[in-house]
Structures are given as structure tokens and as C-alpha cells.
């Protein structure tokens, strides 16, 4: 990361205001695709971090049972508030919390979990620790919208400032999320540097194992199988 969260929270804070009427069409777009692959139940749980003014987790309470966005910026965090008393949403609530410790509250049992124009802010291991701790949660689908290479990085492209902001490749999220137990079941590309990944559970309510687990697992089936081991097994 190349600021501290102390830091990104009081740029933040000084945007609030102002943060809604400087959008570009594919961050638009970005937040679209996110709210359309969220695509939340009924009687779903939605948790959406660096929720910011709500751009997600608001269109998300029209239609998910309950919503729970969480920022490091208070100052976002009031006008998201503002707007989900406007409308009367009761279904959304919005606290403090960032993607390594998202603050989920106890009673919350966690379905989906959304993130629109956030993640950027974390160097790529910060990311990585990020999607696990996500993934511990055990929603079944995740919606990472973002600024993301699909290409070459190009830090004159309007997207994102080098000095605040840290994208990663596709391939780094795309890895990040396999080795956490999740598929991508959609990559869609906005433009060269934004995108929208979706990663689905592995496995029927099972999660995939991970990391050392996972590469134990792959030299135990790649091993010849003695007697002693069959009988172990058995
Ligand atoms: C560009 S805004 C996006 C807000 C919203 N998701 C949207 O689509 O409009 C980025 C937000 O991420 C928040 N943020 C930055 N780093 C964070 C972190 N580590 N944990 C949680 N939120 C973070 C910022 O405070 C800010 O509100």
C-alpha cells in the first residue's frame, strides 16, 4: 500500500462531498457489472467493502434481505448513510471496516461479497491476504470490480495515480482467488485497466484447499500408492 490507511481514509474523507459527480463512463459501467453479477436472493447477505458513498451496496438493498457496507472513511461513510435514509432503505447498514478486518457483525452469515474501485489501494500481497480473509467469510460468489491490468500498465490512463494507487494484473486477482478455493465464472473486461472478475465457491458448499494444502494434497496423488497407505486409507 502506498499510503496508510490513516492516510487513503482522510483523502477520502476530503472527496465525500464531491465523490459522486466526478464518475468516468467505465467506472460506470464497472459499478453496473458489479451490481448485476452480485445478483443477490432475497434472503441473502451482502458485504460490500470499500463501500465508499454506496454506488453498490445501495442499488444491492433494493433486493438482497441484508446489506453490510464497510469503509476506512467516515466521511464517505455519512453520505452513504444520507442517502440510504433518502430512500428509505432499512436493509443497509454502513460501519467501519477494511479488507483485511472487515468488522462483519457476529449475527451476519455472509452470501456475496462485493467491492467496487477499492481493492487498487493494496499492494498485490495485501490483496492476497485481502481475498483470503474474504474467502474465510464463505460466500458463495465474490464481484471484484476494479482498476486491473489486462494489458500493460500505462500510468497515464486516467484510472489510477501511481503515487496512491497500486492495480494488480488479472492474472495476479485470477490466482489470488483459485488458491483461495474460488473459480472465476466471468471476467469482463471495461477497458484496458478496469474490469470486473467473478469468482464462484468451489465445490458443493466445500471449500477447495489452499496453499500448503493444496500442494500436499497434489504430491500425496502424485505419489505410488503402497499397501501400508491403502490400508490407512481404508
Ligand atoms: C474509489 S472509492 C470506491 C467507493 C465505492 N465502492 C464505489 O464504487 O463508488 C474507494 C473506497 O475504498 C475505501 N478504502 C480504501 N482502502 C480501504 C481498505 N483497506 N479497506 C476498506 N475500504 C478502503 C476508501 O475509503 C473509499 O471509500
Redesign the pocket.
Known amino acids: 500500500m502506498k499510503r496508510s490507511?490513516d492516510e487513503?481514509?482522510a483523502r477520502?474523507d476530503e472527496k465525500a462531498a464531491e465523490y459522486d459527480d466526478t464518475k468516468s463512463d467505465e467506472y460506470r459501467a464497472c459499478?453496473s457489472l458489479v451490481v448485476d453479477h452480485a445478483a443477490p436472493d432475497r434472503d441473502d447477505t451482502v458485504l460490500d467493502?470499500?463501500?465508499?458513498?454506496g454506488?453498490?451496496a445501495l442499488p444491492l438493498a433494493e433486493t438482497a434481505g441484508r446489506v453490510i457496507g464497510?469503509?476506512?472513511?467516515e466521511g464517505?461513510l455519512a453520505e452513504a448513510r444520507e442517502k440510504a435514509a433518502e430512500r428509505g432503505l432499512e436493509t443497509v447498514e454502513f460501519g467501519e471496516?477494511?479488507?483485511r478486518d472487515p468488522n462483519v457483525p457476529d449475527d451476519a452469515d455472509v452470501d456475496v461479497v462485493t467491492t467496487?474501485?477499492?481493492m487498487h489501494?493494496?499492494s498485490d500481497a495485501e490483496k492476497r491476504e485481502a481475498i483470503d480473509v474474504i474467502a474465510g467469510l464463505e460466500p458463495r460468489r465474490i464481484v471484484l470490480g476494479d482498476v486491473m491490468f489486462f494489458g500493460e500498465p500505462d500510468p497515464s490512463e486516467p484510472f489510477y495515480g501511481p503515487e496512491v494507487d497500486d492495480p494488480a494484473t488479472v492474472g495476479v486477482l485470477a490466482d489470488a482467488f483459485t488458491d483461495a478455493g474460488y473459480a472465476l465464472t466471468a471476467v469482463e473486461p471495461v477497458h484496458e485497466q478496469v474490469g470486473v472478475l467473478v469468482a464462484e465457491r468451489v465445490g458443493d458448499g466445500e471449500r477447495a484447499p489452499v496453499g500448503a494444502e493444496a500442494e500436499a494434497g497434489a504430491a500425496a496423488e502424485s505419489e505410488p500408492e503402497t499397501e501400508s497407505e491403502t490400508e490407512t486409507e481404508s
Open positions: 490507511l487513503h481514509a477520502f459499478a467493502l470499500g463501500t465508499g458513498t454506488a453498490i464497510r469503509d476506512i472513511s464517505m471496516g477494511r479488507f467496487n474501485f477499492a489501494h493494496l
